[in-house]
C-alpha cells in the first residue's frame, strides 16, 4: 500500500503503467535528454580543454589534457556559493575570460613556431599587419583576406562558445548542487595530493594544473616589463659616444671607398652548421673563397647575435644601424623618433653619400627620414618588370645589377655608403630563381616564366624536411649572387660587410636554436682588413665553430671605431 501522498512532477512520474501509445510518445524526451547529456558532456570538454592546452605545438599530447585544472575547482565552488543572479554573470565572463586566453594560446603557439617566443600582448598587434602583408604577397589578396576573416570568427567563436559552456556547466552544477560539490570536494583533495607527490600524466604535465593562471601572470609579467623598459631604453637612446664626432675624425679609414651594408634575408648560424642544410651552403662559401681569392679579395667572418629571430628583420636593421638592441616594435618606434646616430648617418656625416636599396618596400616606408638616405630605392624606383617569386617582389641578383647600374655604374661618383637588403631567402624559401648573366638581368624579363618551373610554397610545404631543403638552396642563390657580382663589379675601392638579419623559423633551426648570425667584411684593399685583425674574426665567407660571437648592437660602435682616422 502506498503510503507518499507528495505530489509528483511529471519528470518525477514513474513510466512503468504507461500504455503503449505514452511510452511511445515518451521517446522524444528521452533523446532530449540524451542530447542536454551530451552537449555538456562536450561543454565539459571545451572548457578543459581551453584550460589545459598547451601554448606550443610541441606540447599538444593527448594524455597532457589528463588533469585537473585548479581554475576549474575554484569557479564551480564559486557558482556553487553565489546565488544564480551573480553566479550567472560570473559565469559569463568566466567563459568569455578562457575564450580569450584560448585565443592567446593560439598566438603563442603561431609566434613559437614563427619567433621562437611567445606573442606580445603591448608590442606585436601591429605584426598582425605585416603578416596580412605577407599571406597577400604569397597567397593573393584574396587569401590573406580570407584567413583574416576566418581568424577573426575564430575568435569570436571561441570566446562566445567558452561562455555558453561554462553558463551550461554552471546551470548543471546548480540542479545537482549535492553531487557536484562532492565531485569538486573529492578533486580538490586529490589535486592537492598530486600537487604535493607530484604526479604526472606526461614529461611537464603534472596532473595538478594550474597552468591557464601561470600562463596569465607570464604575460602581465611580460606586459609591466614592457612598460618599464621604454624608460630604459630612452635613457639609452641618449648614451651615445659618437654623438658630437665631427665628420673629418669618422670612418678616415675608408676614405675614397665605396662600402655597401647587404643584410641576407634568413641567413642564420643554422645553414652553416646543421648537416641537413650546411653542405651546400658552406660549398658556395667556400667555392666563394676561392674565386674571390683569386679575384684579389679576402674576407674575415664571425657571428652576431641577432635581437630577433624568424622574421622582424626590420629590428636587426635597426639594431645593426644604430648600436641599440631594437627587439620590440616599441623600442623601434621609440629608435625612429630619435636623431640616434646610424651607421649611415655617420658615413653622411663623414662626406659620403648614402643610398638605401630596398626591394621589398612595396609601400611607403617613413622610416627613409630616419636613415638618412641621400637617395631611395624603393621596389617601384627599382622598375623591375619580371615576375614575383612568392614573397621576393623581384630576383636578388636584379637588386644588385640595378644598384650597380644606377650608382656604382656612374663614372665619377661620390664614395658610397649603401644599405642592400636581399630577399629571395625570405620565407617561403619558394620558388627560386635562377642565376643569368650579369648583361642579361636588364628590366627582369630574364626570369620570365622561372616561378612557373620551380617548386610552389604549397608543395614545399607539406613536408619540413622540404622545407629545410628549400630554405638551403634559396640561401645558397642570395650568397651565390653577392660572390658573383663581386667578382664581376669588385674593385679596389669597394668594401662589402654582408651578415644574416636573422636566424629562419623553429621549423628550420628546431626550438630553443641560437639567434647567430654569420658576418662577413670582404675588401680587395689589405689596409682595410688591416684595421679589423684586432678583432679575431676567421678567414674567409665561412666562420668556423669558433668564431667571435659579438651582440648585434655592439657592431656599430667597434666599426666607427676601427676605422676611425
Not at 513510466?15 to 532530449?32: I, K, Y
Not at 603557439?109 to 599571406?135: I, K, N, V
Not at 552544477?173 to 604526472?200: E, P
Not at 601561470?214 to 618599464?228: F, K, S, T
Request: hydrophobic share 45%.
Amino acid at each position: 500500500m502506498r503510503t507518499d501522498t507528495t505530489p509528483r512532477t511529471p519528470a518525477e512520474a514513474e513510466p512503468a503503467d504507461q500504455p503503449d501509445g505514452a511510452a511511445a510518445q515518451a521517446g522524444p524526451g528521452r533523446r532530449s535528454r540524451a542530447a542536454a547529456l551530451v552537449t555538456t558532456g562536450l561543454a565539459a570538454l571545451l572548457v578543459l580543454a581551453a584550460l589545459t592546452a598547451p601554448d606550443r605545438l610541441g606540447g599538444l599530447d593527448a594524455s597532457g589534457f589528463v588533469r585537473i585544472p585548479a581554475e576549474a575547482l575554484l569557479t564551480a565552488a564559486l557558482l556553487l556559493a553565489l546565488p544564480w543572479r551573480a553566479g550567472r554573470v560570473v559565469a559569463a565572463s568566466a567563459g568569455a575570460a578562457l575564450g580569450l586566453l584560448a585565443v592567446l594560446k593560439l598566438l603563442d603557439m603561431g609566434f613559437f613556431e614563427a619567433r621562437d617566443r611567445p606573442f606580445d600582448l603591448m608590442q606585436d598587434w601591429t605584426m598582425l599587419d605585416d603578416g596580412l602583408s605577407f599571406l597577400a604577397d604569397s597567397v593573393g589578396s584574396a587569401g590573406a583576406w580570407a584567413v583574416a576573416v576566418a581568424a577573426v570568427l575564430l575568435t569570436a567563436g571561441l570566446v562566445v562558445a567558452t561562455a555558453r559552456s561554462v553558463l551550461r556547466l554552471g546551470r548543471s552544477a546548480r540542479r545537482h548542487r549535492t553531487a557536484t560539490t562532492r565531485v569538486v570536494a573529492g578533486l580538490t583533495v586529490v589535486w592537492t595530493l598530486c600537487a604535493l607527490l607530484g604526479v604526472r600524466t606526461a614529461p611537464g604535465g603534472p596532473v595538478a594544473d594550474a597552468s591557464a593562471s601561470a600562463l596569465v601572470a607570464d604575460h602581465v609579467a611580460q606586459v609591466r616589463a614592457g612598460l618599464r623598459d621604454r624608460d630604459t631604453f630612452a635613457a639609452r637612446i641618449g648614451v651615445d659616444a659618437f654623438a658630437d664626432t665631427p665628420g673629418d675624425r669618422l670612418l678616415g679609414g675608408l676614405r675614397g671607398k665605396d662600402v655597401v651594408v647587404s643584410f641576407v634575408e634568413s641567413y642564420g648560424r643554422v645553414a652553416v652548421e646543421d648537416p641537413a642544410i650546411s653542405p651546400g651552403v658552406n660549398r658556395v662559401l667556400d667555392d666563394g673563397t676561392r674565386r674571390l681569392r683569386a679575384a684579389g679579395f679576402a674576407a674575415r667572418s664571425a657571428y652576431l647575435t641577432s635581437p630577433t629571430a624568424g622574421g622582424g628583420s626590420w629590428l636587426a636593421h635597426a639594431t645593426l644601424l644604430s648600436g641599440l638592441r631594437v627587439d620590440n616594435e616599441q623600442r623601434h618606434r621609440d629608435l625612429l623618433a630619435s636623431d640616434r646616430l646610424t651607421l649611415n648617418g655617420a658615413f653622411r656625416r663623414a662626406g659620403w653619400q648614402t643610398v638605401g636599396v630596398l626591394p621589398a618596400a612595396t609601400q611607403p616606408w617613413p622610416e627613409a627620414r630616419f636613415y638618412t638616405y641621400d637617395r631611395y630605392y624603393d621596389a617601384a624606383r627599382l622598375a623591375y618588370r619580371g615576375p614575383k617569386f612568392s614573397y621576393a617582389p623581384m630576383p636578388d641578383q636584379y637588386t644588385l645589377a640595378t644598384f650597380q647600374r644606377l650608382e656604382r655604374g656612374r663614372p665619377g661618383h661620390a664614395p658610397l655608403m649603401a644599405e642592400i637588403p636581399l630577399v629571395s631567402s625570405h620565407t617561403p624559401w619558394a620558388p627560386l630563381p635562377e642565376v643569368v648573366g650579369w648583361d642579361r638581368a636588364g628590366d627582369g624579363g630574364a626570369y620570365a616564366g622561372m616561378p612557373e618551373r620551380g617548386e610552389s610554397p604549397d608543395e614545399v610545404w607539406q613536408d619540413p624536411a622540404r622545407v629545410r631543403a628549400a630554405y638551403g638552396r634559396s640561401i645558397q642563390y642570395s650568397v651565390g649572387a653577392l660572390v658573383s657580382w663581386l667578382e664581376r663589379y669588385g674593385d679596389d675601392e669597394l668594401v662589402l660587410v654582408f651578415l644574416g638579419d636573422h636566424q629562419p623559423a623553429p621549423i628550420v633551426t628546431g626550438p630553443g636554436a641560437s639567434r647567430d648570425v654569420p658576418v662577413t667584411v670582404v675588401a680587395r684593399d689589405p689596409a682595410v682588413l688591416d684595421r679589423i685583425a684586432g678583432w679575431g674574426w676567421q678567414d674567409g665567407l665561412r666562420p668556423g665553430p669558433d668564431a667571435p660571437v659579438w651582440p648585434m648592437d655592439s657592431f656599430r660602435d667597434r666599426f666607427l671605431t676601427a676605422f676611425a682616422r
